[in-house]
């Protein structure tokens, strides 16, 4: 109706475009750093949190650092290997 | 304007002004329909502040009377967050150019407003189903063949959904001599467990929710924005209104957070992660219900507040993503923040508010349920585990929503791609979205506020220093796990299957393989009374010593030809051929005309009431 599922013309990228802020090394360099940073500031506050006892271990010094890296990396593998009996091409209901 | 103006907007139940409003835009001009839509909009939004808690309102109704207007602070907060996302989206879908998407959403919206504010589970009932019909009008919008072939299978589930409901509320109006008035109730029959099966269903509880990523990645762009608020979170509120405090709803509610983060993490297309990432968050608030605290009540009605804003706020960035380009899909996405930088941003904002960084609307509500399980875990291992189970799905709410739909569409691999930027109304919406987000983050109050218990009673802090440091923990541990695990969430162009399987492919095939044998057993019975016999007894009536010969002859050349002379065989075959064709010159019987068999008909049925009257 109003919107078509793919509209023929999108704006392809220039021969001479400049490249972005994200494109320079230097900048994804920084980004690596600070996120490798804010992990071990976060980590290093936790030292001086003192938690009333939930789960029972929240009081080993950076314990939800682990914890976090530990339930995510859980999850991205039970969904990797859970998915794959499950995954189907894109277009495996259309006929 | 002023209160007194409010209040008397409030005479109305909030639904009527949408559903007027919804008759208004289907017969307007095109040029009004637009301004139109805002101002209804508008003025629901008025007369949802003009409604004084306790207020009452109730229709005569075939001698009953249907309890539409009853308001208390559960419904109150449902009803601002209905009223406030409606005004928003007509901001949204102004680019809408036709009136069934337009209309379609002010009926749903309207039956919304109508499930929050009913008082009793007939007029729950009815508004309960215009919100399915008037949905599946929403996905119909979309013009696409995928999209009508989803809104059907959307439209069965519901309508299923529905029917289930009403014979529970049949059974439980009965046995509560004839009483409709909706409140909490008690697993204890027939009833109430339909009533729990039909809100589940709209809930999207596994293993009833494969129509949610199903149909809602099918809208247009502005109608999945649409779908994303409305259907799950009136389940949200019936579920906190009948069933708080319900252990059942504690598993059911952990278990779906999990699963939606599984779907999320292996779906390709932005809106299908989103999808599951509704039914990720819904898992929260169910969790909460049944924890049933008011610390917990408190925080499901706080985060069905904010998940609808920042989940509306998702889907229109991936919206305005899809207007622009026809591409939903992170296969085919990429790069994207060169030329839509705001769209960038505003989805950043409702990627940290679904991952509950500070100073979001997410941190202020999500902790509130997950304090409700931590409060009550020291004497119950049920929560210990709920807890736990929260805790795991907090850091996967940041992974594939708050990081993942990000990195996807807008950054990871160049694809070349450079479209416009968003149109301003689809900006305008977002940043007033996206405002309301980080506003309430900072400044909770007003939300609280309005929440069913005092807030200062029940001792919860959302910025105290633990929460602040252990949220950002797990966040940026969560983060930082997802960059350094890049190469196992590569994406492919796959689906992944749900419980939606068993009736699109296994349904058919359960026909080809079990039905299909019958269905060739009862053609031949079908062939045989109507055709074979009736055909050949005509014959035999004829022409009884041809038939018989007809019959022996068949019998000799088919079984009991290894017996015989080939002299005889011959003979048998040439007396065949000539029977034969006198067999199918005779008709198979001559068909009754329609109005001898009407005559037919009723002389039964006169034969049948004379014996019946004397």
């Not at chain 1, 990228?13 to 994200?22: L, Q």
């Not at chain 2, 309508?159 to 439980?172: K, Q, R």
């Not at chain 2, 929260?284 to 507040?305: D, K, S, Y």
């Amino acid at each position: 109706m109003s919107f078509a599922p793919h509209p023929p013309e999108i704006p392809r990228k220039a021969p001479d475009e400049a490249p972005g802020w994200f494109d320079r090394p230097k900048n994804v360099r920084l980004l690596k750093i600070l996120a490798v940073l804010s992990v071990v500031v976060m980590f290093g506050l936790d030292f001086t949190i003192h938690y009333h006892q939930y789960l029972g271990g929240e009081n080993i010094p950076g314990f939800y650092t682990l914890f976090g890296l530990l339930a995510s990396v859980v999850l991205i593998f039970v969904a990797k290997l859970g998915g794959k009996p499950l995954k189907r091409k894109d277009d495996y209901y259309d006929e | 304007m002023s209160s007194l103006a409010l209040a008397s907007l409030a005479v109305v139940p909030p639904a009527v002004y949408l559903i007027v409003g919804a008759i208004l835009l289907a017969v307007v001009p095109r040029t009004v329909r637009r301004p139109l839509s805002v101002l209804v909009a508008a003025v629901t939004l008025a007369c949802v502040a003009g409604l004084e808690k306790g207020a009452h309102e109730a229709l005569s109704f075939w001698g009953g009377e249907l309890q539409w207007l009853d308001v208390d602070a559960l419904s109150l907060v449902f009803g601002w967050i209905f009223a406030l996302t409606i005004l928003v989206w007509t901001i949204y879908a102004w680019h809408l150019k036709g009136r069934l998407e337009l209309v379609s959403a002010f009926l749903y919206g309207g039956g919304a407003l109508g499930v929050v504010f009913a008082g009793d589970l007939l007029t729950l009932f009815l508004y309960w189903e215009l919100m399915a019909i008037a949905s599946t009008g929403v996905i119909l919008a979309a013009g696409t063949t995928s999209a009508r072939k989803a809104a059907m299978r959307y439209v069965c589930v519901h309508f299923t959904g529905g029917v289930l409901l009403l014979f529970g509320i049949a059974i439980h109006a009965a046995a509560q001599g004839g009483d409709l008035t909706f409140g909490a109730m008690e697993l204890d029959g027939a009833g109430p467990w339909l009533i729990l099966l039909g809100f589940a269903i709209n809930a999207a509880m596994p293993p009833f929710s494969a129509w949610l990523p199903d149909a809602y990645p099918e809208g247009s762009p502005s109608g999945s924005v649409f779908l994303s608020a409305f259907t799950t979170k009136t389940s949200v509120y019936v579920l906190a209104t009948a069933f708080a405090g319900t252990d059942l709803l504690i598993g059911m509610g952990a278990f779906m957070s999990l699963y939606g983060i599984f779907y999320a993490l292996n779906e390709n297309d932005a809106r299908r992660v989103l999808s599951y990432s509704i039914m990720n968050q819904v898992g929260f608030m169910i969790c909460g219900i049944g924890i049933g605290t008011p610390l917990a009540i408190n925080g499901v009605a706080a985060h069905a507040f904010c998940h609808i804003l920042y989940k509306s706020l998702l889907f229109m960035s991936a919206g305005a993503v899809l207007y622009r380009t026809g591409r939903s899909k992170c296969t085919e996405l990429g790069g994207l923040w060169r030329t839509m930088p705001w769209t960038l941003v505003f989805g950043l904002v409702g990627a940290l508010s679904i991952s509950a960084m500070p100073l979001t609307n997410g941190f202020i509500s999500k902790p509130m349920i997950v304090g409700a399980a931590a409060a009550g875990m020291a004497d119950s291992t049920l929560l210990w585990v709920a807890y736990l189970v929260l805790m795991v799905a907090s850091a996967g709410v940041s992974l594939h929503a708050g990081i993942k739909f990000p990195w996807f569409v807008f950054f990871a691999e160049d694809k070349g791609l450079r479209p416009k930027e968003a149109p301003f109304s689809m900006l305008l919406a977002m940043g007033i979205v996206s405002f309301l987000c980080i506003g309430l983050g900072c400044y909770p109050k007003p939300l609280y506020d309005l929440l069913p218990t005092d807030m200062a009673t029940l001792g919860f802090q959302a910025y105290t220093l633990d929460h602040v440091v252990l949220q950002l923990e797990v966040l940026v541990a969560s983060g930082f796990a997802f960059f350094l695990l890049l190469p196992v969430l590569k994406r492919t162009p796959t689906i992944t299957l749900d419980t939606d399987w068993f009736y699109r492919k296994g349904a058919p095939r359960f026909v080809a393989w079990v039905a299909g044998p019958l269905m060739g057993a009862f053609g031949w019975l079908s062939r045989s009374v109507h055709e074979t016999v009736p055909r050949g007894l005509r014959y035999f009536a004829k022409n009884p010593g041809g038939a018989a010969r007809l019959a022996y002859d068949r019998f000799l050349l088919g079984w009991a030809g290894a017996f015989r002379s080939m002299e005889a065989i011959d003979r048998a075959q040439a007396r065949l051929q000539g029977d034969q064709g006198r067999y199918e010159a005779t008709s198979p019987g001559a068909a009754w005309p329609i109005g001898t068999t009407v005559l037919y008909s009723a002389v039964a049925f006169l034969i049948f009431l004379l014996t019946y009257l004397f």
